[in-house]
């Protein structure tokens, strides 16, 4: 009996592995099926490739996309000419002032002013401020300022 068990044991063990060899090779097989039917739609594509390239000659295909760009650089340089020299008819005199006006107030609007955009330049001599005081006088009152401006001047004596 107990030889029996050990028996049925072994008999159940050995048809689980051959269940299992049997799904790797089912799975082998439906691998190979599919590298089948990826081998005869390839040779179709080939096929067709080979009948193309006998109706088309790329040489004419070449040209043919060669003058296009041409054609389209040619229109697009035409089609700008036309629209500056619509913009120049239909410019009137006062049309930049008019420009600069609404530029000015949707700038205005939005609480920027020109003059802060582009600081002026800075000259030799001091200017006069908003308050009277000149520059320099604004310069001395700032200590770090008064220290470097010393400094600057005791370079210049040496």
Avoid: C, W
């Amino acid at each position: 009996m107990a030889k029996d068990l050990v028996r049925t044991r072994q008999y159940v063990k050995r048809f689980i592995e051959m269940k299992s060899h049997l799904s790797a090779v089912s799975l082998k097989m439906q691998t190979i099926r599919s590298q089948e039917a990826m081998t005869q739609a390839m040779k179709g594509v080939t096929k067709a490739m080979v009948a193309i390239n006998k109706q088309v000659s790329v040489p004419a295909l070449q040209k043919m996309m060669t003058e296009f760009m041409k054609e389209s650089e040619r229109s697009e340089m035409t089609q700008e000419m036309v629209g500056e020299a619509m913009d120049s008819a239909f410019e009137e005199d006062g049309m930049a002032a008019e420009e600069d006006a609404v530029v000015d107030q949707v700038l205005a609007e939005l609480g920027i002013q020109q003059a802060d955009a582009a600081p002026e330049v800075p000259s030799e001599q001091p200017m006069k401020s908003e308050e009277g005081r000149s520059e320099a006088a604004q310069v001395e009152a700032d200590p770090s300022m008064s220290e470097l401006e010393a400094r600057l001047n005791n370079l210049r004596r040496s």
